[in-house]
Each structure stands twice: as structure tokens, then as C-alpha cells.
């Protein structure tokens, strides 16, 4: 086989597997969408439950990062908590404001521009300043995408306190005084897990164990 269609076939299995990939990475369960779970978050903020509110406030965010009411429901919910606002560096910010299924179709996109354009000037003269512009559009593409995978990465390993005062101990154990505790609703960085614990970080940089019931994943564990 000659190189060109080597090349086109290549090309042909990662555009078609990455499309699947963005359009359904796992079919969602029925309900499970930004207004369902903003509603579910406001119905848990109504009841008390600070943790289950900024949970889905912070799931349904995921979906939808563009809806004011959402942002400012999860800002009250955390203020009345007594919790500060989490930091986000510009490039958080500016990533986190785009539609990340969007950006999966732009980077599915820049994966075709960029793989056709390059197997079309193999052995061709013509056109070759046109389709190196087009090579660099679909690189741009596909770059725009995996920028915003590297900042929704850190939310793949994110969790909510959804019980009060957890206890944080420097083992996984229950016998030991905890070295500290987290409110209800604070957001913790999973660093690890063994038998029914989890090694948590918080914003401030303290570590420890926590009970895995206490806590919930952002991204639900049948997403990941």
C-alpha cells in the first residue's frame, strides 16, 4: 500500500473514532441535563442541603458555563455556607466560559481540516499555500479543544462534601482525632483512595482522609 492511502486510512479511523467519542462519550441517563440539575440544585438549597445543592449547581455549570442565574444561585448557596468563592486563573475562566461540547465538535473538526489538508498536498504542487493555511486552521482547531480538556482535567478529580463536618485524618481510619474539618459543601481534590477512603486536598493545601460516602464526584463516576 502506497503511503497516501496508509495515511488517508489513519486518518479516516481517528476522525470517525473521535467523532463518536465527542457526540457520545456515554449516553446520559434520562434527566440528567443543565436545567434538571439546576432545578435539583435549588431544591436542595431550599431543603438545607448546601453539599447536594452546589453538587448539581457545579454539575449542571459543566453543561451549561454560560447561565447567570446558575452562577449566582451556586454563589449564594456557597456564601450562605459561610464558604469562600473558589479562584480561577484567566485561563479558567475563559475556557470554562466556552461550550465544551462545542469545542470537542471544533477539535473534531480541526482533526479532519488538518488530516485531509495534509494527505491532499502529499505529491501535489498545486494549491500547496491554500492547504498548509488550511493544515494550520484544523492544528488551531484541534488545539482550541485540548486547551479546554486541560482545564476541565483538574474537575475530573474534584468533589463536593455532601455530609456535615466531615472529620480529616492523617490515615484512613476512624479511629484517629482528625487533624481538621470540612463544611459541608466545600470542594476537595481527590489525590487517592483505599478501602472506602479518600485522600483529599483542599484549596488551601491541607491533606487527609476522608469516609468516600461523605463525598460526591463532580463528574459523575459513569462518565469518567
Same mark, same amino acid.
Given at each position: 500500500?502506497?503511503?497516501?492511502?496508509?495515511?488517508?486510512?489513519l486518518?479516516?479511523?481517528?476522525?470517525?473514532?473521535?467523532?463518536?467519542?465527542?457526540?457520545?462519550?456515554?449516553?446520559?441517563?434520562?434527566?440528567?441535563?443543565?436545567?434538571?440539575?439546576?432545578?435539583?440544585?435549588?431544591a436542595?438549597?431550599?431543603?438545607?442541603?448546601?453539599?447536594?445543592?452546589?453538587?448539581?449547581?457545579?454539575?449542571?455549570?459543566?453543561?451549561?458555563?454560560?447561565?447567570?442565574?446558575?452562577?449566582?444561585?451556586?454563589?449564594?448557596?456557597?456564601?450562605?455556607?459561610?464558604?469562600?468563592?473558589?479562584?480561577?486563573?484567566?485561563?479558567?475562566?475563559?475556557?470554562?466560559?466556552?461550550?465544551?461540547?462545542?469545542l470537542?465538535?471544533?477539535?473534531?473538526?480541526?482533526l479532519? #481540516?488538518?488530516?485531509?489538508?495534509?494527505?491532499?498536498?502529499?505529491?501535489?504542487?498545486?494549491?500547496?499555500?491554500?492547504?498548509?493555511?488550511?493544515?494550520?486552521?484544523?492544528?488551531?482547531?484541534?488545539?482550541?479543544?485540548?486547551?479546554?480538556?486541560?482545564?476541565?482535567?483538574?474537575?475530573?478529580?474534584?468533589?463536593?462534601? #455532601?455530609?456535615a463536618?466531615?472529620?480529616?485524618?492523617?490515615?484512613?481510619?476512624?479511629?484517629?482525632?482528625?487533624?481538621?474539618v470540612?463544611?459541608?459543601?466545600?470542594?476537595?481534590?481527590?489525590?487517592?483512595?483505599?478501602?472506602?477512603?479518600?485522600?483529599?486536598?483542599?484549596?488551601?493545601?491541607?491533606?487527609?482522609?476522608?469516609?468516600?460516602?461523605?463525598?460526591?464526584?463532580?463528574?459523575?463516576?459513569?462518565?469518567?
Open positions: 500500500m502506497s503511503r497516501a492511502p496508509w495515511l488517508l486510512c486518518a479516516l479511523a481517528l476522525a470517525t473514532g473521535a467523532a463518536s467519542f465527542a457526540a457520545q462519550p456515554e449516553a446520559p441517563p434520562a434527566g440528567y441535563s443543565a436545567p434538571a440539575l439546576y432545578n435539583l440544585g435549588n436542595y438549597a431550599r431543603a438545607g442541603k448546601s453539599g447536594l445543592a452546589v453538587l448539581n449547581f457545579e454539575r449542571a455549570r459543566l453543561l451549561d458555563p454560560n447561565d447567570p442565574d446558575l452562577e449566582a444561585n451556586l454563589r449564594h448557596v456557597r456564601e450562605t455556607a459561610g464558604l469562600p468563592q473558589p479562584s480561577r486563573s484567566a485561563f479558567d475562566r475563559i475556557a470554562g466560559s466556552l461550550n465544551p461540547h462545542l470537542a465538535w471544533l477539535g473534531v473538526l480541526g479532519l #481540516i488538518a488530516g485531509f489538508s495534509t494527505l491532499a498536498r502529499v505529491g501535489r504542487k498545486s494549491h500547496r499555500g491554500k492547504l498548509l493555511a488550511a493544515t494550520f486552521l484544523g492544528i488551531a482547531l484541534l488545539g482550541v479543544s485540548l486547551a479546554n480538556a486541560v482545564a476541565l482535567w483538574p474537575v475530573m478529580h474534584q468533589a463536593v462534601v #455532601i455530609t463536618s466531615t472529620p480529616v485524618r492523617v490515615s484512613p481510619v476512624t479511629t484517629e482525632e482528625p487533624l481538621f470540612l463544611p459541608e459543601a466545600a470542594i476537595v481534590a481527590m489525590r487517592g483512595e483505599h478501602e472506602g477512603f479518600i485522600l483529599v486536598q483542599t484549596q488551601a493545601g491541607r491533606s487527609g482522609w476522608v469516609p468516600a460516602a461523605n463525598l460526591a464526584r463532580i463528574v459523575p463516576p459513569r462518565f469518567m
